[in-house]
């Protein structure tokens, strides 16, 4: 069962550290099975593993914050000063007033526990903060021996929807599971075209209606189409929208009640895409989709173009909403499961 | 959310300064602590929101209160004019060529909304007379470029495309294409990049180079948090953008993008997108954005209101009248026009401490046609009239509704109701209880 494979990668992933990354040069070692297809080269370079793809994804990242972090508190003695200084940078890498908060008390409850003095030991310190509050709220892709294993995938217009179902697809289908994606975007100019081009390259089967058809109508099919055609995997495409229009949220919740009800269970997952450069407003676009469909969880993209990143903290401590996959570059294998210590070591080394 | 109740919050802190002649730096700084919360939530850079509070401290500190204000409004005041000021004040046009074509080319990351906006754009200056090319240089993005053939063709504006081949060369041919078929504005929209990518910057410098675009729109997502800074600098210093484009306003993000970006860059916001439709897209109103990142529009609005329109001399010399019930036609018909200068009744009415509350209000319809017939009415009257109702009879009641273009009636209803009124304010002015009575003023205006 492909199923296995994909979780079980997971687990493989949580070992890789600092030092089995350094040891670990076999390109291949935690690479897809089969070799991806010359046209979607993408300008690849010299294959990496999965955790040297991760850190390079997150370089960004990692420059804009941790580097920062290490200027500030390098010869520098603990006090007040430097604790409000870290909050000011948590702040700027999107945290939020109130995570970047709570994040500076515990450091603060933890450095005095641990009587530390020296600004150079707190990074390690913000580190096991950050992945404790990371590990809290982590989980992966729910596992399901059902078929067809439904994913709905919502978020505001030019999030990476399409795009993140993509490369969702090419995953499914290098574990050897037949997937089907639905056209759910009927209202986008060519949106539909651009899903299709995604299904013929990844080899994913395609369903859809003509632009500005129902878009209930379209996973009402899709559903059937899924168990008709004897599909591992259906993922479900929407029109992206601002969670702001009711009308539009109603859509979405009406859509997701035909799927539930055509599938006769809930669905696998409903994954919100939120672009890793949106600053405060993803905590509302959690929230008001959350009241429209149940979401399981989040899919951070656009990671690796962004400085900040720091919503991944937000979206988790404020809402408890785990962070599922995140998307660290554009190569079909850049969209991974989210792992916090892994995320956090490679943020930090 | 964590900070739904910041407005709130906020009208605490200014409660608690009160009376004061001169902003002490004890006010600055209570009121500022919010003010700079209110920004960081909005996602405005926090370079940019230093910088910009420690500004306002500076002017702020030691100013005189203007007595219709507490110091805690005043310092939001202060903050909102600099907030304007920084924005840009004033509406930003678009950069057309005075010989056509006019180039433009559309910048930005990925899934700002570039496609959407050119497109937008092309109908508005279709709009205005404009014979728009939109041309499709997205060569990465699949179906990209089928996006932009299926917004030009709902918009009736043609689309030039040479499939996926070297966007410069695309941009070249698309100005002769646009030579050949009079068109005067050519609008290029080109691939979204995450501004890391060296490569894709690089092929936007040469678009740049190859066409001389007269105009360089940077189109910015307004949900954009802390980055944005970033963003608009990188695509500033490599591409000299002419100004910005706020993507999905329409949503409820405040939008500190757009403060970070004006701050980084000096360069103007120019529009504004406001809904998925192709009619969505607007001018960008600095002012009414800087209110927005504060996200104290009810406050803010109801203080501009108030220092901007209302003569303080003025107001002073009707409450006396109002005192003495000297209130006349005179002065009402005066305060119809301050009325009217201060926007939409509705708002206005909504806008008003202890109003705002009042459940008769909420619903309440405010029909503006009818406020012009008042003045008509006033208008036809003589100086001696306004001052003196009484001496109105029946044949000034006709001779009034004539040269008005109203009736009888609606004369005699008029001056009824503000005879109610002017019982009214001398109630009004014994107490705050009998508030709930002036019914009368305001049913004048549905």
């Not at chain 1, 959690?286 to 899919?299: D, M, S, Y």
């Not at chain 1, 995140?326 to 995320?343: C, H, M, N, Q, S």
Request: charged share 30%.
């Amino acid at each position: 069962m492909f199923w296995k494979k994909i979780f079980k990668r997971k687990d493989e992933n949580k070992e890789v550290t600092e030092e089995k990354a350094a040891v670990q040069p076999d390109p291949k070692s935690s690479e897809p099975e089969e070799p991806p297809k010359p046209e979607q080269a993408n300008g690849e370079e010299a294959p990496q593993n999965f955790f040297q793809r991760l850190k390079a994804g997150l370089s960004k990242t990692r420059q804009g914050f941790v580097d920062r972090v290490e200027q500030l508190v390098s010869g520098r003695k603990v006090d007040e000063e430097l604790f409000e200084d870290l909050e000011e940078l948590l702040i700027q890498a999107d945290c939020g007033v109130p995570t970047a908060m709570e994040l500076v008390d515990g450091l603060r409850d933890r450095a005095k526990a641990e009587k530390i003095t020296e600004g150079d030991e707190l990074k390690l310190l913000l580190k096991q903060e950050i992945r404790e509050m990371l590990e809290q709220y982590a989980q992966p892709l729910k596992e399901s021996s059902a078929t067809p294993y439904v994913i709905m995938v919502v978020g505001v217009n030019g999030a990476g929807k399409t795009t993140t179902i993509g490369k969702l697809a090419y995953r499914f289908k290098q574990e050897g599971a037949k997937v089907l994606l639905a056209a759910g975007d009927t209202f986008r100019a060519a949106a539909i075209d651009q899903l299709k081009i995604w299904a013929d390259r990844v080899g994913a089967s395609f369903i859809s209606h003509q632009e500005g058809a129902d878009p209930a109508a379209v996973a009402y099919d899709a559903v059937n189409a899924a168990r008709a055609r004897g599909a591992d995997v259906l993922i479900l495409d929407t029109a992206g929208r601002l969670q702001t229009k009711a009308n539009l949220m109603a859509e979405l919740g009406k859509v997701y009640r035909v799927v539930e009800r055509e599938l006769g269970r809930e669905l696998d997952e409903i994954l919100l895409v939120v672009d890793a450069t949106t600053g405060q407003n993803a905590l509302s676009q959690g929230k008001l989709f959350g009241e429209a469909v149940p979401l399981t969880g989040i899919a951070l993209t656009k990671l690796d173009g962004t400085a900040k990143g720091g919503i991944i903290l937000a979206l988790g401590n404020e809402l408890k909403l785990p962070v599922k996959l995140i998307g660290v570059g554009e190569k079909y294998t850049d969209l991974r499961d989210f792992d916090p210590a892994e995320f956090a070591q490679a943020l930090f080394d | 959310m964590a900070f739904d109740n910041l407005a709130a919050r906020l009208q605490e802190t200014m409660k608690k300064l009160r009376g004061k002649g001169r902003l002490s730096e004890k006010d600055v700084d209570e009121a500022l602590r919010e003010v700079r919360l209110a920004l960081l939530e909005a996602d405005v850079n926090y370079k940019v929101v230093r910088d910009f509070v420690k500004r306002v401290k500076e002017r702020a500190v030691g100013e005189e209160v203007l007595s219709s204000l507490t110091p805690g409004q005043q310092v939001i005041k202060i903050v909102n004019d600099e907030l304007t000021t920084l924005m840009g004040g004033t509406v930003a046009k678009l950069q057309l060529a005075s010989r056509p074509p006019s180039i433009i080319m559309m910048v930005g990351l990925q899934g700002a909304g570039k496609t959407t906006t050119a497109a937008k754009l092309a109908r508005l200056l279709k709009g205005q007379g404009h014979r728009p090319l939109l041309v499709a240089a997205d060569i990465y993005r699949p179906a990209a470029i089928k996006q932009l053939m299926v917004l030009g063709e709902q918009i009736q504006v043609p689309v030039f495309s040479m499939g996926e081949q070297n966007p410069v060369d695309i941009a070249k041919a698309a100005v002769s294409h646009a030579g050949a078929h009079s068109n005067d504005v050519i609008i290029i929209d080109t691939a979204g990049r995450l501004h890391v990518d060296e490569a894709l910057m690089e092929e936007l410098v040469q678009i740049r180079e190859a066409v001389s675009p007269h105009e360089i729109l940077l189109v910015v997502d307004s949900m954009t948090g802390q980055d944005a800074v970033n963003v608009a600098e990188t695509f500033n210093s490599r591409l000299d953008i002419g100004g910005v484009v706020l993507t999905k306003l329409d949503g409820d993000a405040r939008g500190g993008a757009a403060l970070s970006v004006k701050a980084v860059t000096g360069k103007p916001i120019k529009f504004a997108g406001v809904s998925e439709k192709m009619d969505g897209l607007e001018p960008f109103h600095p002012d009414r954005m800087a209110s927005r990142i504060l996200g104290m529009g009810d406050v803010l609005t109801l203080i501009e209101k108030a220092v901007s329109t209302v003569d303080e001399e003025k107001a002073k010399q009707l409450a006396h009248k109002l005192k003495e019930a000297e209130f006349t036609l005179e002065d009402f018909l005066e305060q119809l026009e301050q009325l009217k200068r201060m926007g939409p009744l509705d708002q206005i009415l909504g806008m008003l401490p202890g109003m705002g509350g009042m459940k008769q209000l909420k619903n309440l319809d405010v029909d503006e046609s009818h406020l012009k017939r008042i003045e008509a009415i006033i208008n036809s009257m003589t100086p001696e009239e306004r001052r003196n109702p009484q001496i109105i009879g029946g044949s000034r009641r006709r001779r009034i509704a004539q040269g008005s273009g109203t009736r009888v009636q609606e004369v005699n209803r008029l001056l009824k109701q503000f005879e109610q009124t002017r019982q009214l304010m001398k109630q009004l002015t014994g107490g705050e209880k009998s508030r709930r009575k002036s019914k009368g003023l305001f049913s004048l205006f549905r």
